[in-house]
């Protein structure tokens, strides 16, 4: 279906993570334009592509996954193609088993308008992958494009493969962050302005006019004589 190939052994983007690091390379190609290559949907750039040489029906593109991991899930920005499909499988072996199943990249509508905004729009996949299939560890990524409603060259303008230990990464530094925050939260002193200063003061003097009520209350209880000392006390 696809014959021939073309391998870019130095086409390559990274996916950083805490414990890890993967490394991403081209490693098959069904048809490149030479001044549009495949590689460039590793820069991360959206102002370049990688589109077939000629008008194609359909197209082929190989990831190289190193060292090889367990996919969470797929972004894949498009430019032109209506349909994608993603498999999985090693090298040395020619058996590819399904990640995710064949979906719209482009409507009907947006493929005979041939605009360049609805040709490039970016569709995230968790949900659809083949969670048993997308568990394992895979060295290889096909994405296989097609478009059936029009005659032109196709592509992608970019593919970001988030593995398991990127995802595990995000949440040991979300983790680390949050215990900073609460430890920079318990660290720092009260601050003492103006107005927190009044509320103090107002706040023991209240506390003042109650000890005091309750004390005069007592006194009350035992005898006229004492409270008619209070009386003049407060006078003073």
Known sequence: RFRKHTTHPSSSSYLITLSDMTKITIHKVSSEDPSHPSKNILDNDQTKFWRTNG??????????LNPPCAIESLQI???????????VGNEGSDEFEQLLPSVTLMKYSD???GGEESKKLTRSFTEKLNKSVAAKKWELVRLSLSQQWMDCSI??????????LNQEGEKQLNKGMSQTMKQEVKDTPKRVGSGSLFFQKKEEEEKRGESQGK???????FSPLILNIIFVFRMW
């Open 155 to 164: 592509g992608l303008t970019s593919v970001l493969i988030n593995d398991e």
């Open 55 to 64: 008008n194609k029906k359909e197209a082929q593109i190989e990831l190289k």
């Open 77 to 87: 920005t498009n430019f032109g193609a209506a349909f994608v499909e993603a498999s």
């Open 215 to 221: 004390v005069m209350m007592v006194i009350i209880d």
């Open 111 to 113: 493929s005979k308008s």
